[in-house]
């Protein structure tokens, strides 16, 4: 006896199959969009308090550096005054409060018992007692200033009203002690400026990550309508069809990060700012020198120069790791062989460079998961092997390509331990295992040897070759650069 079913019965069959596939997948893409998202604010918030607290210090020393100065300025008179010495008390005043710059900086002094004599921001200030004075947080200032210079010296933040507008706003102190005559100095500069900037990129960076979030989400959902759409009328090609679309999307979010990496190679112009600080102080310092006829200030001049000189080269390096054009212009073999005499140069660690130049070419991908991958090791013999040797060989074979990278350092430390270094070696992992390719590795006491390996489909034929599927020749062919 023969069945006959309505025509609809093996669209809803399919329907519903494709819907109960279809639910886990999302499900599954939702959790990793958040977990992505969820782990890209934490890195992203990470970065944020590191940029905050560089700034903060670059300010303190800063603060330290005019707190010399002054306490320069006022060297003559205070060196030779006895401590009731009152003529010499005024005159180190009237220096200080002559001494202000910027628009709200200025040099303050009270003696141990809180009375506030320079002020000259704030003069009416001047002469009172202000001891137990706490700012709009209930944190004591005077009686910690005095009790900091006390002590020698030291930092100290607070709410304090800035000159020029009469606005609260958070102030970084630094403040010591003349303790001949009972004395606090002290300067601070106002860091509201880098709390708003902190906190507009914590903003930015958020909306970065909503905006991602929503992306994937959308991604999801339209590949996930194809998928199901396309399921009711294809075959097992079109099985074939998605896992090759998949790919695409993948090989588009590793674009997409390397065209993230030229963006944030721009946008790294803001990690000199602690040589530009210090740039600002040389010109400044070789101002008042030639104002004041200091045959000095050539060399404050000399100094500022050289400061200069080091960020422009310091911003030429950082745009040249994040993306090297001898990678494209001469190829891999001297893109790595220019890292390493850059790491070598840099950390004094005595790096040797071979290669063994074979007939076939690497393509674009395999040159950019090598050279990727040869960043991250030498960064992490940088910051964790304590090695004193290094070599690097790249070289080609009949199965394809190897790059080697062996230290004599201490080797890795266990599982879980090394954060930044394991975060390293995954991203090395996940770059070959996209090439269907494979990362081996070997760590002792003695020393690691990191092996990337590129499977022969990542090689071009050569270019005399006629037939394009032509197979790759053994390294004795003729040889050309990789």
Not at 96 to 114: C, E, K, N, P
């Amino acid at each position: 006896m023969r069945l006959d079913l309505p025509s609809s019965f093996g669209p809803a069959v399919t329907r519903r199959v494709m819907l109960v596939a279809a639910i886990p997948l999302l499900i599954a893409a939702a959790v990793i969009a958040g977990i992505v998202s969820l782990q890209a604010g934490r890195l992203a918030e990470r970065e944020i308090a590191g940029l905050e607290r560089q700034l903060i210090e670059a300010k303190k020393r800063e603060l330290k550096n005019y707190l010399s100065i002054a306490r320069t300025a006022i060297a003559s008179e205070y060196g030779r005054a006895l401590p009731d010495d009152e003529e010499a008390k005024l005159r180190v005043t009237q220096i200080l409060a002559a001494m202000i710059y910027g628009q709200d900086g200025f040099f303050f002094v009270y003696d141990y018992d809180g009375t506030n004599l320079v002020s000259p921001r704030q003069t009416e200030l001047i002469g009172q007692t202000l001891t137990g004075t706490t700012d709009a947080e209930g944190t004591p200032v005077v009686d910690r200033l005095i009790e900091i210079a006390r002590q020698g010296g030291g930092y100290h933040d607070y709410i304090w009203e800035r000159p020029s507008t009469g606005e609260d706003a958070r102030m970084v102190s630094y403040v010591v002690g003349l303790q001949d005559w009972q004395w606090a100095l002290g300067t601070g500069i106002f860091i509201d400026d880098v709390l708003h900037g902190v906190d507009a990129a914590r903003a930015d960076v958020q909306s970065r990550v909503e905006e991602t979030f929503l992306w994937t989400a959308a991604l999801t959902l339209t590949a996930l309508a194809a998928v199901f759409l396309s399921g009711l009328i294809t075959n097992i090609r079109e099985r074939r069809a998605s896992s090759i679309r998949l790919k695409t999307l993948t090989q588009r979010i590793f674009d997409t990060q390397e065209e993230e990496r030229g963006r944030v190679a721009r946008e790294l112009h803001d990690s000199i700012s602690q040589i530009l600080v210090g740039t600002r102080y040389a010109l400044e310092l070789a101002k008042r020198r030639v104002r004041s006829g200091d045959a000095r200030a050539t060399e404050s001049l000399d100094t500022a120069a050289a400061a200069l000189a080091g960020a422009i080269q310091e911003v030429r390096r950082i745009s040249r790791d994040l993306r090297p054009g001898v990678l494209d212009d001469l190829g891999l073999g001297p893109a790595i062989q220019a890292l390493c005499e850059e790491f070598g140069a840099r950390t004094g660690i005595d790096t040797r460079f071979d290669t063994v130049v074979f007939r076939n070419r690497l393509d674009q991908e395999a040159k950019i998961a090598l050279y990727r991958v040869a960043q991250e090791a030498l960064t992490n013999v940088e910051r964790h092997a304590r090695a004193t040797a290094l070599d690097v060989r790249l070289f080609g074979h009949s199965a394809g390509a190897t790059l080697g990278i062996s230290d004599n350092g201490q080797g890795m430390a266990p599982t879980g331990e090394a954060g930044s270094a394991g975060l390293g070696l995954r991203n090395m992992q996940e770059r070959l295992e996209r090439l269907d390719g494979r990362l081996e590795i070997e760590s002792s006491r003695k020393g690691t040897t990191i092996q990337a390996h590129v499977p022969l489909t990542h090689l071009l034929p050569p270019e005399d070759s006629a037939d394009p599927r032509a197979p790759a020749h053994s390294p004795r062919q003729e040889a050309t650069p990789a």
